[in-house]
């Protein structure tokens, strides 16, 4: 029963090539397609696994507009409808002077106003009854269009799109109706602890000047006005930001006509200004700061430090390590450590999230109860003294496995497998990114993972926040670091 | 670019979809999955089918092949849900639910001698602890509980009760590995790579035929902590809670969705098993197997792992007995947090004739943008609110409640959210729907339906589902049709029978006090109903 002579679980080197043809597992057997009649064995690793079938998905048809937009198409004649996203990119982030919440009330604002043509209220009328959805989404790289209808549907569907991108409404009444549903929405956010420790950690380690850390607030939306929002649409919205994916049955080369033939009029949104939105605020040494919330029994609990981009070579060790160690998985080190062996009802993560566009952070977060905050957190910092240790070559292989193993779920639909396409397109990543990430993944040694870590993990500089009754978390934080109250005492 | 988009279709009626979706399902191979052993035609490689099969013990297994990629998504249901807690011991199937994950004799432990005897003293540990609570001594007391606890202690060094866990993520599942319990159900579902259905056999079939229920305590412990977090601060947990009860008062379909929080405190080991070996039987399992299989390698497979299994029980579930429209009932609870009102009405269960049509009038009152509520909501900038409908909520299969949810904007006035459901509902019932907003919600039904069953988890999901609650899986299939097949008076009808004020409950979390025009009801069915 010893986990790490798992037979079954052996993972053959030199597979996987080129990435789509999936062959992943594992001890390829004789008895592949045979029905066994053999005994039950006595533990499964005692079994033999076949070859998985190769697999090939069919890689999505890129095109160029006129307007030298990406159109990225993966055709699917299964059903007779089709998913389609308009991206509009946003080069870093956010930029400054934009009031807070700003792109999510607009994205509210265009969808449920409409546009000259056709108000939100019709267009809901008419999207219903030929079942058909267009959705805006707003997130910190870009704005996106989504939209779902039969085929026959397309070009009206396509049409819709084009007045709201060219001529939407944002009538006065519609703009006042965004904003109370997003007053309420942040009334709403502020009882919520986990996200307040979320977004007070953005402030610390990014700075609070950061449009990252930026987040609506009351009085930044009540202040923010029509015009403004008309100004911000032009701002964003132009044809030289612009992505499209589809997928479903469409023609890549029809679509393309239609795209071109309709948007010939947007406008160019011009240049955007680059800024440094990801600058991580590294301090000199761990600083523990406390959020009071007074009589809370749950405490949230945040750790941060510096990350990588997905294309530094250390990202994959790192990420390894992260599976192995705290995230995505029943039977990591953080929890066989925390609940299993101490019996702390720790809920939580620990690992180097990945970001396309900028670099992301070493993130560690959990909710505890707060009379049993302290001994948490001490020994969640002896957790992560030891987590630093090599990675056994037991526990690398089966973060490896997990990975490995999993990966045709990522590719096992054409929306899936556009999903993937259009974020490397979108964040300027070259189209081989994921065969490249499961080459450096297969060829990985322990010893590359402790030196990302060595390098990347700074433990003796570490932001940590608590969000919890501070009176009673105050004496057990102070030996954690230099202790900050956030709320001035 | 106006000339282009003017150019837009100007007869969207005409154009119906039902000659696209038609096309759909057949492309799915929906209309010839109907009835027999294996249905439609002959085995044709790139087709879909559909198989059913049950093993002498009562396992069924419905089995769907897809082949689209080499992935293969199974659901186990098992028809115990909260409502078939004993007395006394609310929320043991959520613990049973977790307790499926820890592993059997054979995997998640170190050393099955040592760690069996770990767990025997442990449990004799506890039983001492627990006699004693009643005229022990205070130190006598303690040292019993360190004893217990010491004694969890030295078991849990022989546990690897992730092991389960970890032998299926290292397949490839992904974060695909779940399991729920509800009020009439447990549904145990994963997906895996294809080539390691042997491994799904092996792992499914060993946790029914010889669980071992380690971590037992600590396990109960979380669960309670959960159950009472949520009962406390989870907005939809309580006010969920508060309309079942308001509505179903002490019958079991009242109990709180997770138990009562400290119901568990004296349970043990041996009287979870003793419910698992009782309720638990191969007779009452329903799996659905949706994905990359080739029938002929699969069926031995399953006769080897779960030929085995014991039979149990091979009864259903007794019928809960039927409710009865007792009168409008109404409860209030404090709520710092989002405000929400849900109203409730007493209809039948989805096996029932009417369903359907209900269904239709749930959507035609609030599933969609365009629906009637939504609109009536959305032109009033104090009630613009999130709603949404549910026609099968709370129940089982004989009886349900039809359920219109909102999340309060700032400032909006729940009088005037329920006055404006009262009217809009009173407009459908007197008017019926109109001939093409009637059409277009069939369409957006069967678009979604279409949609759904793209995903083989849904799918695997909704064959069970749909086995369960009609004994056969075409049911599945069938449901669009019915919907397709309700007529506009039909949906008055079913308004005026089912969606009357003595059947209805209302709920509502605020923090504010009641209103004068919502007092609170205790809920208790001996009690006489308020009326407003």
Request: with cysteine.
């Given at each position: 029963?010893?986990?790490s002579?798992n037979?079954?679980?052996?993972?053959?080197?030199?597979?996987?090539?080129?990435?789509?043809?999936?062959?992943?597992?594992l001890?390829?057997?004789?008895?592949?397609?045979?029905?066994?009649?053999?005994?039950?064995?006595?533990?499964p690793?005692?079994?033999?696994?076949?070859?998985?079938?190769?697999?090939?998905?069919?890689?999505?048809?890129?095109?160029?507009?006129?307007?030298?937009?990406?159109?990225?198409?993966?055709?699917?004649?299964?059903?007779p409808l089709?998913?389609?996203?308009?991206?509009?990119?946003?080069?870093h982030?956010?930029?400054?002077?934009?009031?807070?919440?700003?792109?999510?009330?607009?994205?509210?604002?265009?969808?449920?106003?409409?546009?000259?043509?056709?108000?939100g209220?019709?267009?809901?009328?008419?999207?219903?009854?030929?079942?058909a959805s267009?959705?805006?989404?707003?997130?910190?790289d870009?704005?996106?269009?989504?939209?779902?209808c039969?085929?026959?549907?397309?070009g009206?569907?396509?049409?819709?799109?084009?007045?709201?991108?060219?001529?939407?409404?944002?009538?006065?009444?519609?703009?006042?109706?965004?904003?109370?549903?997003?007053?309420?929405?942040?009334?709403?956010?502020?009882?919520?602890?986990?996200?307040?420790?979320?977004?007070?950690?953005?402030?610390?380690?990014l700075?609070s000047s950061?449009?990252?850390?930026?987040?609506?607030?009351r009085?930044?939306?009540?202040?923010?006005?029509?015009?403004?929002?008309?100004?911000?649409?032009?701002?964003?919205?132009?044809?030289d930001?612009?992505?499209?994916?589809?997928?479903g049955?469409?023609?890549?080369?029809?679509?393309?006509?239609?795209?071109?033939?309709?948007?010939?009029?947007?406008?160019?949104?011009?240049?955007?200004?680059?800024n440094?939105?990801?600058?991580?605020?590294l301090?000199?040494?761990?600083?523990?700061?406390?959020?009071?919330?007074?009589?809370?029994?749950?405490?949230?609990?945040?750790?941060?430090?510096?990350?990588?981009?997905?294309?530094?070579?250390?990202?994959v060790?790192?990420?390894?390590?992260?599976?192995a160690?705290?995230?995505?998985?029943?039977?990591?080190?953080?929890?066989?450590?925390?609940?299993?062996?101490?019996?702390?009802?720790i809920?939580?993560?620990?690992?180097?999230?990945?970001?396309?566009?900028?670099?992301?952070?070493?993130?560690?977060?959990?909710?505890?109860?707060?009379?049993?905050?302290?001994?948490?957190?001490?020994?969640?910092?002896?957790?992560?003294?030891?987590?630093?240790?090599?990675?056994?070559?037991?526990?690398?292989?089966?973060?490896?496995?997990?990975m490995?193993?999993?990966?045709?779920?990522?590719?096992?639909?054409?929306?899936?497998?556009?999903?993937?396409?259009?974020?490397?397109?979108?964040?300027?990543?070259?189209?081989?990114?994921?065969v490249?990430?499961?080459?450096?993944?297969?060829?990985?040694?322990?010893?590359?993972?402790?030196?990302a870590?060595?390098?990347?993990?700074?433990?003796?500089?570490l932001?940590?926040?608590?969000?919890?009754?501070?009176?009673?978390l105050?004496?057990?934080?102070?030996?954690?670091?230099?202790?900050?109250?956030l709320?001035?005492? | 670019?106006?000339?282009?988009l003017?150019?837009?279709?100007?007869?969207?009626?005409?154009?119906?979809?039902?000659?696209?979706?038609?096309?759909?399902?057949?492309?799915?191979?929906?209309?010839?999955?109907?009835?027999?052993?294996?249905?439609?035609?002959?085995?044709?490689?790139?087709?879909?089918?559909?198989?059913?099969?049950?093993?002498?013990?009562?396992?069924?297994?419905l089995?769907?092949?897809r082949?689209?990629?080499p992935?293969?998504?199974?659901?186990?249901?098992?028809?115990?849900?909260?409502v078939?807690?004993p007395?006394?011991?609310?929320g043991?199937?959520?613990?049973?639910?977790?307790?499926?994950?820890?592993?059997?004799?054979?995997?998640g432990?170190?050393?099955?001698?040592?760690?069996?005897?770990a767990?025997?003293?442990?449990d004799?540990?506890?039983?001492?602890w627990l006699?004693?609570r009643?005229?022990?001594?205070?130190?006598?007391l303690?040292a019993?509980?360190a004893?217990?606890?010491?004694?969890?202690?030295?078991?849990?060094?022989?546990?690897?009760?992730?092991?389960w866990?970890?032998v299926?993520?290292?397949?490839?599942?992904?974060?695909?590995?779940?399991?729920?319990?509800?009020q009439?159900?447990?549904?145990l579902?994963?997906?895996?790579?294809?080539?390691?259905?042997?491994?799904w056999?092996?792992?499914?079939?060993?946790?029914f035929?010889d669980?071992?229920?380690?971590?037992f305590?600590?396990?109960?412990?979380?669960?309670?902590?959960r159950?009472?977090?949520?009962?406390?601060q989870?907005?939809?947990?309580?006010?969920?809670?508060a309309?079942?009860?308001?509505?179903?008062?002490?019958?079991?379909l009242?109990?709180?969705?997770?138990g009562?929080?400290?119901?568990?405190?004296?349970?043990?080991?041996?009287t979870?098993?003793?419910?698992?070996?009782?309720?638990?039987?191969?007779a009452?399992?329903v799996?659905?197997?949706?994905?990359?299989?080739?029938?002929?390698?699969?069926?031995?497979?399953?006769?080897?792992?779960?030929?085995?299994?014991?039979?149990?029980?091979?009864t259903s579930?007794?019928?809960?007995?039927?409710?009865?429209?007792?009168?409008?009932?109404r409860?209030?609870?404090?709520?710092?947090?989002?405000?929400?009102?849900?109203?409730?009405?007493?209809?039948?269960?989805?096996?029932?004739?009417?369903?359907a049509?209900?269904?239709?009038?749930m959507?035609?009152?609030?599933?969609?943008?365009?629906?009637?509520?939504?609109?009536r909501?959305?032109?009033?900038?104090?009630?613009?609110?999130?709603?949404?409908?549910?026609?099968?909520?709370?129940?089982?299969?004989?009886?349900?409640?039809?359920?219109?949810?909102?999340?309060?904007?700032?400032?909006?006035?729940?009088?005037?959210?329920?006055?404006?459901?009262d009217?809009?509902?009173?407009?459908?019932?007197?008017?019926?729907?109109?001939?093409?907003?009637?059409?277009?919600?069939?369409?957006?039904?069967?678009?979604?339906?279409f949609?759904?069953?793209?995903?083989?988890?849904?799918l695997?999901a909704?064959?069970?589902?749909?086995?369960?609650?009609?004994?056969?899986?075409?049911?599945?299939f069938?449901?669009?049709q019915?919907?397709?097949?309700?007529?506009?008076?039909?949906?008055?009808?079913?308004?005026?029978?089912?969606?009357?004020?003595?059947?209805?409950?209302?709920?509502?979390?605020?923090?504010?006090?009641?209103?004068?025009?919502?007092?609170?009801?205790?809920?208790?069915?001996?009690q006489?109903?308020?009326?407003?």
């Amino acid at each position: 029963m010893n986990a790490s002579s798992n037979e079954y679980s052996r993972l053959p080197r030199g597979m996987l090539e080129p990435l789509f043809c999936l062959a992943l597992c594992l001890a390829p057997s004789a008895a592949a397609g045979t029905p066994q009649a053999s005994a039950i064995v006595d533990h499964p690793s005692q079994l033999r696994v076949p070859s998985l079938r190769p697999f090939v998905p069919p890689p999505p048809v890129r095109l160029t507009l006129k307007s030298g937009a990406r159109l990225l198409v993966i055709e699917s004649h299964e059903l007779p409808l089709v998913d389609g996203t308009l991206i509009f990119r946003r080069q870093h982030t956010p930029v400054q002077s934009e009031p807070a919440g700003i792109s999510a009330l607009l994205a509210d604002a265009l969808r449920e106003g409409g546009s000259r043509h056709t108000s939100g209220s019709e267009l809901d009328d008419w999207l219903d009854s030929h079942a058909a959805s267009i959705d805006v989404v707003s997130t910190p790289d870009a704005l996106r269009i989504q939209f779902a209808c039969v085929k026959e549907d397309l070009g009206d569907v396509l049409v819709f799109i084009g007045e709201l991108l060219m001529i939407p409404a944002y009538t006065p009444e519609e703009v006042e109706r965004s904003r109370a549903r997003a007053l309420t929405r942040v009334a709403h956010e502020s009882e919520d602890a986990s996200l307040l420790a979320d977004q007070s950690l953005d402030s610390l380690t990014l700075g609070s000047s950061s449009p990252l850390a930026r987040h609506a607030t009351r009085e930044s939306l009540k202040a923010i006005t029509r015009e403004q929002l008309v100004r911000h649409h032009r701002r964003i919205i132009g044809i030289d930001r612009l992505l499209v994916g589809a997928t479903g049955a469409v023609d890549p080369h029809e679509l393309a006509a239609h795209l071109d033939s309709l948007l010939a009029e947007l406008p160019a949104a011009g240049p955007q200004r680059a800024n440094s939105a990801q600058v991580y605020q590294l301090p000199g040494r761990t600083t523990v700061y406390l959020q009071d919330r007074p009589g809370a029994a749950q405490c949230e609990v945040r750790i941060a430090g510096p990350g990588l981009r997905r294309l530094d070579r250390d990202f994959v060790p790192l990420l390894l390590w992260s599976r192995a160690t705290g995230r995505a998985a029943a039977a990591n080190r953080m929890r066989l450590k925390l609940p299993t062996e101490l019996g702390l009802a720790i809920e939580g993560q620990l690992g180097f999230e990945a970001d396309w566009s900028r670099n992301g952070r070493l993130l560690g977060s959990f909710r505890v109860r707060s009379d049993a905050a302290a001994g948490a957190l001490a020994a969640f910092f002896e957790f992560l003294n030891d987590a630093r240790k090599p990675l056994e070559f037991a526990e690398l292989e089966a973060a490896r496995r997990r990975m490995l193993n999993a990966e045709v779920f990522q590719i096992d639909s054409p929306e899936e497998l556009l999903q993937r396409a259009l974020e490397l397109e979108l964040h300027g990543y070259p189209a081989d990114f994921w065969v490249q990430r499961d080459k450096r993944l297969r060829a990985l040694t322990p010893e590359e993972v402790s030196g990302a870590l060595e390098r990347h993990l700074r433990a003796d500089r570490l932001t940590l926040l608590v969000v919890g009754p501070a009176e009673e978390l105050a004496p057990a934080l102070a030996p954690l670091g230099t202790l900050v109250r956030l709320d001035g005492q | 670019m106006a000339a282009m988009l003017r150019e837009r279709s100007s007869e969207p009626e005409s154009r119906l979809m039902i000659q696209a979706l038609a096309r759909t399902a057949l492309l799915l191979g929906i209309f010839w999955a109907s009835g027999g052993q294996v249905c439609g035609q002959e085995p044709d490689a790139g087709d879909e089918r559909v198989l059913e099969h049950q093993l002498e013990n009562g396992w069924r297994f419905l089995i769907y092949q897809r082949r689209n990629a080499p992935t293969i998504s199974f659901e186990t249901y098992v028809p115990v849900g909260t409502v078939d807690d004993p007395p006394q011991l609310g929320g043991l199937t959520l613990l049973l639910k977790n307790l499926l994950f820890k592993g059997s004799a054979r995997i998640g432990t170190r050393d099955w001698d040592e760690e069996n005897a770990a767990l025997a003293e442990t449990d004799a540990a506890h039983a001492a602890w627990l006699a004693a609570r009643q005229d022990a001594a205070p130190e006598q007391l303690a040292a019993l509980r360190a004893a217990f606890e010491h004694a969890r202690e030295h078991a849990a060094k022989w546990s690897q009760a992730q092991e389960w866990s970890r032998v299926l993520e290292e397949a490839g599942c992904g974060d695909s590995l779940r399991a729920t319990c509800d009020q009439s159900s447990t549904r145990l579902s994963v997906s895996l790579p294809a080539n390691q259905f042997e491994l799904w056999c092996w792992m499914e079939s060993e946790r029914f035929r010889d669980p071992v229920f380690r971590e037992f305590f600590g396990e109960k412990a979380a669960l309670m902590e959960r159950s009472q977090r949520a009962a406390t601060q989870d907005s939809e947990q309580l006010i969920g809670d508060a309309l079942r009860a308001c509505a179903y008062g002490e019958h079991v379909l009242g109990r709180p969705s997770r138990g009562a929080f400290n119901a568990l405190q004296e349970l043990d080991r041996a009287t979870a098993m003793a419910f698992f070996r009782e309720h638990y039987g191969a007779a009452r399992m329903v799996t659905a197997i949706v994905g990359d299989v080739e029938f002929e390698h699969l069926i031995p497979l399953l006769d080897k792992y779960f030929g085995s299994l014991p039979s149990g029980p091979r009864t259903s579930p007794a019928a809960h007995p039927r409710t009865h429209a007792a009168g409008e009932r109404r409860v209030q609870v404090p709520f710092a947090g989002e405000p929400r009102l849900w109203i409730a009405w007493h209809v039948p269960g989805p096996a029932h004739p009417d369903s359907a049509a209900i269904e239709v009038a749930m959507r035609l009152l609030g599933h969609s943008r365009s629906s009637r509520l939504r609109k009536r909501i959305k032109r009033s900038l104090a009630l613009d609110s999130k709603l949404f409908v549910d026609h099968n909520w709370g129940g089982d299969r004989q009886q349900s409640l039809a359920l219109i949810g909102c999340a309060l904007n700032l400032g909006a006035a729940p009088e005037r959210l329920e006055e404006a459901i009262d009217e809009e509902l009173q407009r459908l019932t007197r008017e019926g729907p109109g001939r093409e907003e009637l059409a277009g919600v069939k369409r957006v039904a069967r678009a979604e339906y279409f949609r759904s069953l793209r995903d083989n988890e849904v799918l695997a999901a909704g064959l069970t589902s749909a086995w369960v609650m009609s004994g056969r899986w075409q049911s599945l299939f069938e449901r669009d049709q019915r919907l397709v097949a309700v007529q506009a008076r039909q949906v008055q009808r079913v308004l005026r029978e089912w969606f009357t004020q003595d059947r209805r409950a209302l709920a509502l979390l605020a923090p504010s006090p009641v209103p004068a025009s919502a007092a609170p009801a205790e809920v208790d069915q001996d009690q006489p109903p308020l009326k407003r």
